[in-house]
């Protein structure tokens, strides 16, 4: 089994991608993101979850190749598609086949709400 982290919505493998399949790798990393599609993304927001991805590997390179070190990157990843989430800059996708409002209940507005929820 090679060596991966995989949280809710973040899940990172070393491995490589060849026909379809993992293959393991011990140089390559491999990040699938929102793996059951339960946000909206537009490409900006997929973007910064990419750099935000190369940052933290770059900040580890030089440590072992563990899963304690993946899941430290997935747990901050997830951490930060929460962000964008509670900026508004993704929203859930409510004709996901999960729903289950994991980083929180939408935030909806109404006229009466309208701007109440601005942080």
Do not use: C
């Not at 293959?23 to 490409?43: I, K, Q």
């Amino acid at each position: 089994m090679f060596v991966k982290s995989t949280t809710r919505h973040i899940r990172i493998y070393a491995a490589e991608v060849h026909n379809n399949e993992l293959v393991e790798s011990d140089n390559m990393l491999t990040l699938d993101v929102d793996p059951d599609n339960e946000f909206n993304w537009d490409e900006d927001a997929l973007q910064k979850v990419y750099r935000k991805f190369d940052e933290l590997v770059e900040s580890a390179s030089g440590e072992e190749l563990s899963d304690y070190n993946l899941r430290r990157i997935g747990s901050d990843l997830e951490h930060f598609v929460r962000n964008l989430l509670q900026k508004g800059e993704i929203s859930y996708n409510l004709k996901s086949r999960v729903l289950n409002y994991s980083m929180g209940l939408p935030k909806v507005e109404s006229p009466e709400t309208e701007g109440a929820y601005n942080m």
